[in-house]
Structures are given as structure tokens and as C-alpha cells.
T-cell receptor, first 115, second 114 residues
Framework: KAGVTQTPRYLIKTRGQQVTLSCSPI?????VSWYQQTPGQGLQFLFE???????NKGNFPGRFSGRQFSNSRSEMNVSTLELGDSALYLC??????????????FGAGSRLTVL | GESVGLHLPTLSVQEGDNSIINCAYS??????FIWYKQESGKGPQFIID?????DKRQGQRVTVLLNKTVKHLSLQIAATQPGDSAVYFC?????????????FGGGTRLMVKP
């Protein structure tokens, strides 16, 4: 079956603009998580959604937001872009299970460059 | 390809040798651990997992060891191949707000010399 699909794969924005990234999870996966990956900070958790509800959020400013739709597809938005927002944004989906079992399947990411 | 990390610790091994990648985790409440492999231009890919009530788990050519006393995790790759060259991340999972949350380590770059 198809994997996690992220669009766009690459984009360039300028400071102050906003950006929306899209993620289509694996069919049947109802949980979607987002991560930011940078050379300096590694993989950092942004947020996780299940059944259109944000369950957890990482330590990021309010400029970073997201949502999940009824078909489990998810979007994340970054407003008032800063140079430091340049990163690879990774989406991952999973079949939500109880505590202790959380195998995330990742997409290839959206590479954002802020000039 | 895309740069995953410019300042990652690097392990360089000869093809055919065994590799051991180490990871220290931080949260004693973590109940589940996963190793991921990330190749250039791709997202992280699941390798092997282990629950906190185990201390060893084996897969095909890979073994994960968990030492909860010192909060240490290791990934052993037998007979390392050029295709194993990638960045490897450990991740620890905690159950919070009725959901699982994975926190990743900084990563180790494995380079396999032919």
C-alpha cells in the first residue's frame, strides 16, 4: 500500500511569509505526528493528532500550528517565517495502540528554505 | 541528497565487520524504544523495536540491547554492508495525554568502507 505522502517536497519562502505543508498518512493510520529536522537540533517533535484532535505538542512557538481532517490527512502551518525555520519537516503516521507501541512510518519530508 | 546532520558522531567500519551504535536515553518512564535508519533524501525507516520489559531483541542481522539501569540502548549490526551506510537514530516512547510520543536521539552516522 502507498506510504506517507508529503507535499510539497521542496519550497523556498522569504522571511515573514507563511507556509502550509500537507501530509497524507497510510490508509488506515489515524494518528499523524510532525517533526522538524535540522542539523543543529536533530529531530524535534512538533505535534501529534488523532481523530482531528491534537493530543501532544512539542516546545515550539505558537507560529507553528497544525490540524487533522476527518480523512486523517494533516496539514501544518508556519506563520511569520524566520530564517531558523529552514528545516526538513517530517510527517509520520501510525495505527494508534495503547501505551508502549508506537511505530511511526515517516514520509520523505518537505524541505523548507527561508531566505 | 539532503544533509541530515553536519555534526553527527560518525562510526566508520569495514564491510563485513560488526557495528555497534550506542544511545543514551533520558526518561526513566520510557516504555518502548525504536531504532530508525535514515538515508540521504529519505525519511527515517523503522529497523527494530524493544519494549522496556525486555533487555534484548534480535532481528535479521540486527540486535537491540536495552540496559534500563544506566538508560542505555545499543544497536548491533552483523556483517555490515555498504547498504547499511546511513544515519541511525534511537527513539524513546512515553505515554502522555492518552497518546504515544517519540523523542529522538541526536543520531550516529555509519559509514561502511568497501
Amino acid at each position: 500500500k502507498a506510504g506517507v505522502t508529503q507535499t510539497p517536497r521542496y519550497l523556498i519562502k522569504t522571511r515573514g511569509q507563511q507556509v502550509t505543508l500537507s501530509c497524507s498518512p497510510i490508509s488506515g493510520h489515524r494518528s499523524v505526528s510532525w517533526y522538524q529536522q535540522t542539523p543543529g537540533q536533530g529531530l524535534q517533535f512538533l505535534f501529534e493528532y488523532f481523530s482531528e484532535t491534537q493530543r501532544n505538542k512539542g516546545n515550539f512557538p505558537g507560529r507553528f500550528s497544525g490540524r487533522q481532517f476527518s480523512n486523517s490527512r494533516s496539514e501544518m502551518n508556519v506563520s511569520t517565517l524566520e530564517l531558523g525555520d529552514s528545516a526538513l519537516y517530517l510527517c509520520a503516521s501510525s495505527i494508534p495502540r495503547g501505551p508502549g507501541a508506537n511505530v511511526l512510518t515517516f514520509g520523505a519530508g518537505s524541505r523548507l528554505t527561508v531566505l | 541528497g539532503e544533509s541530515v546532520g553536519l555534526h553527527l558522531p560518525t562510526l566508520s567500519v569495514q564491510e563485513g565487520d560488526n557495528s555497534i551504535i550506542n544511545c543514551a536515553y533520558s526518561n526513566s518512564a520510557s516504555d518502548y524504544f525504536i531504532w530508525y535508519k535514515q538515508e540521504s533524501g529519505k525519511g527515517p525507516q523503522f529497523i527494530i523495536d524493544i519494549r522496556s520489559n525486555m533487555d534484548k531483541r534480535q532481528g535479521q542481522r540486527v540486535t537491540v540491547l536495552l540496559n534500563k539501569t544506566v538508560k542505555h540502548l545499543s544497536l548491533q549490526i552483523a556483517a555490515t554492508q555498504p547498504g547499511d551506510s546511513a544515519v541511525y537514530f534511537c527513539a524513546e516512547n512515553i505515554w502522555v495525554n492518552a497518546g504515544n510520543m517519540l523523542t529522538f536521539g541526536g543520531g550516529t552516522r555509519l559509514m561502511v568502507k568497501p
